[in-house]
């Protein structure tokens, strides 16, 4: 049982980044999923979370706009598509997943880290010129 976070990378600021988080051995979308991000000398922050259904999603404030969270469940796989990134949101990704998470009854829990059960190995985005 794993979640494989990629896509991370090297983009230049104002460019876009589409990461991926695929899971095996559970079936996603009996989850709630988010994605969290660290950046150097700072705590893991939540960026972005999707409910079961793919219908209820919350974004941190500092990416509402700009990050969008979305599920396909016919390749197991939560994305994260980020545009017009900023030096800021240099950090590593993670993924998460939660057995517990109910969204939107739960909607003030989703960015605490100790909520999800299972995390990915995260990706580093760098937002440099």
């Known amino acids: 049982v794993q979640l494989q976070a990629s896509g991370g990378g090297l983009v230049q600021p104002g460019g876009s980044l589409r990461l991926s988080c695929a899971a095996s051995?559970?079936?996603?979308?009996?989850?709630?999923v988010a994605w969290f991000r660290q950046a150097p000398g700072k705590e893991r922050e939540g960026v972005a979370c999707?409910?079961?259904?793919?219908?209820?999603?919350l974004y941190a404030d500092s990416v509402k706009g700009r990050f969008t969270i979305s599920r396909d469940n016919t390749r197991n796989t939560v994305y994260l598509e980020m545009n017009s990134l900023k030096p800021e949101d240099t950090a590593v990704y993670f993924c998460?997943?939660?057995?517990?998470?109910?969204?939107?009854?739960?909607?003030?829990?989703?960015?605490?880290?100790?909520?999800?059960?299972?995390w990915g190995q995260g990706t580093q985005v760098t937002v440099s010129s």
């Open positions: 051995g559970i079936t996603l979308d009996d989850y709630a």
């Open positions: 999707t409910g079961r259904s793919d219908d209820y999603k």
């Open positions: 998460a997943s939660s057995s517990t998470l109910r969204l939107p009854a739960h909607f003030r829990l989703w960015k605490l880290s100790r909520r999800y059960d299972l």
